[in-house]
């Protein structure tokens, strides 16, 4: 993955898969070669989280989403961005959405938020703010990410959150 942030801001967005020979980048104002999925859905929808750590999070989305939301664990922040996308990648899952409830290094999710934001799509904290790409190397709020949705409707949904218990 590459990512060009200005200001804190992503503004150039790279994710390959090397096995795959799948790139798929976006550039926010200019446009991206992957597109948003015809539809979503927010009402019980699928969310894609960290593998390694599917357990914590199950509760927190099922709060949200009730007890039939499908959670569907994954490695990779680049590979859970791209679920929630149409890429011609046949190997690729999906996902309606996706939330990471831990500390994560903004390396990690810069380029997936840079593609999300030149598609019209929304990565934030759990507390619906945006994500700051200058200053500190992590991202401790947590991050909900979502594409052709209602984001403030979905941040309202999540149960109360604090950084100090993750």
């Known amino acids: 993955m590459v990512c060009v942030a ?7 967005g790279v994710i390959h898969k090397p096995f795959t020979g799948y790139t798929a980048w976006g550039f926010v104002g200019e ?79 810069c380029a997936g938020d840079a593609i999300l934001r030149s598609l019209g799509g929304q990565m934030t904290t759990l507390k619906g703010e945006k994500i700051d790409y200058s200053g500190t190397e992590g991202n401790k709020g947590g991050l909900l990410a979502s594409i052709k949705t209602d984001h403030k409707a979905l941040v309202k949904r999540l149960p109360p959150w604090e950084e100090s218990k993750q």
Do not use: M
């Open 6 to 12: 200005v200001d804190g801001d992503p503004v150039i």
């Open 31 to 109: 446009g991206s070669n992957v597109a948003p999925r015809a539809s979503y859905n927010t009402n019980v929808p699928k969310v894609i989280v960290s593998r390694s750590h599917s357990g914590k999070v199950k509760s927190f989305v099922q709060v949200a989403f009730g007890n039939n939301t499908e959670i569907i664990p994954a490695g990779g922040a680049g590979y859970k961005v791209l679920a929630l996308l149409d890429p011609t990648d046949e190997e690729q899952e999906t996902a309606d959405i996706y939330i990471h409830v831990t500390y994560i290094k903004k390396w990690d999710i």
